[in-house]
């Protein structure tokens, strides 16, 4: 059965600061100095911060736009016509004015602003200290999510530890991001407990906080550090889902796969999200966007049945019954099948699919971690033998490769199959020097698009000391 993490509602919005694109704007505003008072308004601060996690700048639109549609894996989808405009992300034109780029900065950063409100204001109010304590660490755990997904996708940003007067820093370097984000989560670990009563599921935990770590770390290619953060994971209890397929469905939620999931029920008065909805079947479960590319439908070996587990496709009926519709000849044939919530369980409250939880971080893919970071050390034994667990989960025979640049390559293949559709396919290439080659064909210029352009509305309000990525 579906818990929520809690049954609290959305705090008003809390405004301190001036500039446009680190306000949270909401109706029904308070300010911060009036409402940080008891426990309950620590609770619900903090509530607020988890529900921009289901939200649309978050996890629908925006975040397809720079995670998504730029890699080779996905297509814009519906039909030629339905929201052209996406077409700039995946030719790699949009500019400084598009906004996506600008949807998905702005919601990042008030994002923050809700972490940086509990961090700031929480540890002044007198309320159980423990509880006090675990609220700051989580806030500090999912400031360093928002972080590290600004860092990825904007380079470096500005950096702000707590509520400020006035917000007009210079950027950041990467590596003082990736610094911040370390000592973050660090602090999360210390405090965050492994597990919660089953009425708080979704809140983040040690394993999520170390996990992210793992990443990080993946990311600063500080291979020993990713190698030991996994390993302290990897001892926690996780392990694969055998079923691929259940994995993703309502009934694997917080399974013992799960690392790092976000919560999307449909309860009162929160709407679940939109998350599923924009990329469900178009006409029939969803409206039918960012789609599987033919290039992902290639990148599958024969026998892998993650394949039809992951690509959703007009004619079939599910392993669950339902019959996907033919739909209109003019749009999309494939969807996204790993967000897919069978019809029976669609609550007819919300939109479709918005019960279907965001999986952020899998166990599979700490083995995954694990197994690059152990090749880049030399430890090829090691990388084999977490490379194929996750093989031998898709029904595949363990890999062939034997040293350590074939193995690094086998492992990236396996990142893009494991993790398709996920929202990792354009980073990791980016990450690994991919991007140039694999996406060239696309219109993706190096030096330049490995990034994402600084909106220009942020520039003008940064009164000049902001300065623009290279190449917009």
């Known amino acids: 059965m579906k818990k929520i993490f809690l049954s609290i509602a959305l705090f008003s919005a809390l405004v301190s600061c001036k500039d446009e694109y680190l306000d949270i704007k909401q109706e029904g505003q308070t300010e911060a100095s ?22 649309w700048e978050n996890s629908a639109f925006p975040y397809q736009f720079v995670f998504g549609v730029p890699a080779d894996d996905v297509i814009k989808g519906s039909n030629p016509g339905d929201s052209s405009f996406i077409n700039v992300y995946d030719n790699f034109t949009y500019t400084v004015s598009d906004a996506g780029v600008r ?13 940086n409100q509990v961090i700031t204001n929480v540890p002044g109010i007198e309320m159980d200290t423990t509880l006090k304590t675990r609220l700051v660490a989580e806030a500090k755990m999912l400031r360093a999510y928002f972080y590290f997904n600004l860092v990825r996708i904007y380079g470096g940003v500005p950096i702000y530890d707590k509520v400020e007067a006035v917000y007009e820093k210079p950027r950041n370097s990467v590596d003082e991001v990736y610094d911040f984000i370390i000592s973050d989560l660090k602090a999360a670990i210390d405090v965050l407990p492994q597990t919660y009563p089953s009425s708080e599921l979704g809140r983040v935990t040690k394993g999520a906080a170390l996990g992210l770590l793992s990443k990080v770390y ?5 291979w020993q550090k990713a190698y030991d953060t996994s390993n302290q994971v990897m001892a926690m209890g996780y392990d694969l889902d055998p079923d691929f397929n259940h994995l993703f469905r309502p009934a694997g939620e917080f399974g013992k796969e799960s690392v790092f999931e976000v919560n999307c029920d449909c309860q009162p008065p929160y709407k679940g999200s939109q998350y599923a909805e924009v990329q469900g ?18 990148a599958f070996e ?28 003019l749009s999309v044939t494939t969807y996204n099948q790993k967000v897919y919530v069978p019809k029976a369980l669609n609550n007819s409250a919300c939109g479709y699919g918005s019960i279907q939880n965001i999986r952020i971080l899998r166990f599979a893919e700490i ?28 029904s595949l025979a363990g890999t062939t490769a034997s040293n350590q640049t074939t193995l690094r390559n086998a492992i990236w293949h396996e990142r893009r199959v494991e993790l398709a559709l996920e929202g990792d396919r354009f980073v990791d290439l980016v990450r690994t020097g991919q991007a140039a080659t694999v996406l060239a064909p696309y219109g993706f210029k190096a030096g330049k698009n490995e990034v994402f352009p600084i909106p220009l509305d942020a520039m003008d309000q940064s009164h000049g000391a902001f300065t623009q990525n290279a190449g917009y």
């Open 34 to 55: 009036s409402f940080f008072k008891t426990q309950d308004d620590a609770l619900q601060a903090t509530s607020a911060i988890y529900t921009f996690l289901r939200s």
């Open 103 to 115: 949807g998905y900065w702005i919601g990042q950063w008030q994002a923050v602003n809700r972490t």
């Open 218 to 222: 993946l990311y600063k290619k500080d």
């Open 281 to 298: 079947v178009r006409d029939q479960f969803g409206w039918g966007f960012f789609t599987p590319s033919n290039a992902l439908e290639n």
């Open 302 to 329: 024969v026998g892998d049945i993650r394949k039809e587990l992951t690509i959703l496709r007009n004619g079939e009926t599910t392993p669950e019954g339902d019959l996907i519709a033919m739909g209109d000849p």
């Open 367 to 394: 083995l995954l971690i694990n197994a690059e970071a152990a090749n880049e050390l030399g430890n090829t034994s090691t990388a084999i033998t977490n490379l194929n667990r996750v093989r031998t989960r898709a």
